[in-house]
């Protein structure tokens, strides 16, 4: 199948980071490279682009997307938390602009192999990077009900967690869970009907959510990736970053504000005594258009939020 992603609130981004200033942008999510391909053509001569993805098949189609700027991207595999790793490998020290597009993509979705989707039935598998973790079929097949219905309630915000948990610890005693049909079905059947009958969602879609995110760590790793980006910022250099769900979300609009906050003394002291200053200015945040969401539904979720730093 080919590596296919629509690209959410693609003008948003381009408008935020101004590429066409010039400098080294890094594109921490490349996926198939549509932010980064919009990134590259409008970079001046003598600029360059970095486009981080630890998925293999996004490398690939990546690399491929930006064949005609090849001369000025670079192309690596790497989490978005490695990205100062991937910079020190490059023997760059700053940058001028940064973009995250996080969550799953299109493609994963609908990839059916890929094992993150609940319409398909495949084999249990949801990792980013294929090459190496655990799988979600070692998590539903490993971890302990308590353990369950803490990620199922914490990554999935799950009201039918414990449920869910007991029903897939039950399953499992006479029977290894193996493909996403059969996980789909029993997350399905410990909801009760009269809930599955009033949602317009999949039943399976949160839990699903909750165990892709466990599989591939993508919460813990934002504000680490954020926070050295950020480090390695040029003053005026913009980060810009698009979540899909309220825990991303929070996430980041957490993590700017206390990067634009500055001084941490108690509010009961009269003058500061920390010294600390702010490191953004927060430029605000939008979500897609109308036509965008119709033209593609995926989007409806989205949030892009913005700082620059000083």
Same mark, same amino acid.
């Given at each position: 199948?080919?590596?296919?992603?629509?690209?959410?609130?693609?003008?948003?981004?381009?408008?935020?980071?101004?590429?066409?200033?010039?400098?080294?942008?890094?594109?921490?999510?490349?996926?198939?490279?549509?932010?980064?391909?919009?990134?590259?053509?409008?970079?001046?001569?003598?600029?360059?682009?970095?486009?981080?993805?630890?998925?293999?098949?996004?490398?690939?189609?990546?690399?491929?997307?930006?064949?005609?700027?090849?001369?000025?991207?670079?192309?690596?595999?790497?989490?978005?938390?490695?990205?100062?790793?991937?910079?020190?490998?490059?023997?760059?020290?700053?940058?001028?602009?940064?973009?995250?597009?996080?969550?799953?993509?299109?493609?994963?979705?609908?990839?059916?192999?890929?094992?993150?989707?609940?319409? *398909?039935?495949?084999?249990?598998?949801?990792?980013?990077?294929?090459?190496?973790?655990?799988?979600?079929?070692?998590?539903?097949?490993?971890?302990?009900?308590? *353990?369950?219905?803490?990620?199922?309630?914490?990554?999935?915000?799950?009201?039918?967690?414990?449920?869910?948990?007991?029903?897939?610890?039950?399953?499992?005693?006479?029977?290894?869970?193996?493909?996403?049909?059969?996980?789909?079905?029993?997350?399905?059947?410990?909801?009760?009907?009269?809930?599955?009958?009033?949602?317009?969602?999949?039943?399976?879609?949160?839990?699903?959510?909750?165990?892709?995110?466990?599989?591939?760590?993508?919460?813990?790793?934002?504000?680490?990736?954020?926070?050295?980006?950020?480090?390695?910022?040029?003053?005026?250099?913009?980060?810009?970053?698009?979540?899909?769900?309220?825990?991303?979300?929070?996430?980041?609009?957490?993590?700017?504000?206390?990067?634009?906050?500055?001084?941490?003394?108690?509010?009961?002291?009269?003058?500061?005594?920390?010294?600390?200053?702010?490191?953004?200015?927060?430029?605000?945040?939008?979500?897609?258009?109308?036509?965008?969401?119709?033209?593609?539904?995926?989007?409806?979720?989205?949030?892009?939020?913005?700082?620059?730093?000083?």
């Amino acid at each position: 199948m080919e590596f296919k992603h629509v690209s959410i609130m693609a003008a948003e981004c381009m408008e935020a980071l101004c590429p066409e200033r010039g400098g080294i942008y890094v594109d921490c999510t490349a996926g198939g490279g549509g932010h980064s391909f919009e990134i590259a053509r409008r970079l001046p001569e003598g600029s360059r682009l970095i486009s981080l993805d630890r998925d293999d098949d996004a490398i690939a189609a990546c690399t491929a997307r930006l064949r005609d700027y090849a001369h000025r991207c670079t192309v690596v595999k790497s989490n978005f938390s490695g990205i100062g790793a991937a910079l020190d490998m490059l023997g760059i020290e700053k940058i001028d602009g940064v973009m995250w597009d996080l969550g799953v993509s299109s493609y994963q979705l609908d990839e059916a192999e890929r094992g993150f989707s609940y319409v *398909a039935d495949a084999p249990l598998d949801m990792r980013m990077d294929r090459s190496c973790g655990m799988t979600a079929a070692d998590v539903v097949n490993t971890y302990s009900e308590e *353990a369950l219905k803490k990620i199922l309630w914490e990554f999935g915000e799950e009201k039918f967690s414990g449920k869910i948990a007991r029903s897939i610890a039950a399953y499992r005693e006479t029977k290894r869970i193996e493909t996403t049909g059969e996980l789909a079905e029993i997350i399905a059947s410990s909801i009760p009907k009269a809930k599955r009958m009033k949602e317009s969602q999949h039943p399976a879609k949160r839990s699903f959510q909750a165990i892709r995110i466990e599989v591939n760590g993508e919460l813990s790793e934002i504000e680490p990736s954020l926070t050295e980006a950020c480090r390695r910022l040029k003053p005026g250099g913009r980060m810009a970053v698009i979540t899909f769900h309220s825990l991303e979300d929070r996430i980041v609009k957490d993590t700017f504000r206390r990067m634009a906050k500055g001084c941490d003394c108690p509010p009961e002291f009269p003058v500061c005594v920390c010294g600390k200053t702010p490191d953004v200015k927060l430029l605000g945040n939008d979500t897609p258009t109308a036509e965008e969401i119709e033209s593609n539904p995926r989007a409806r979720s989205a949030r892009l939020r913005t700082a620059e730093k000083l």
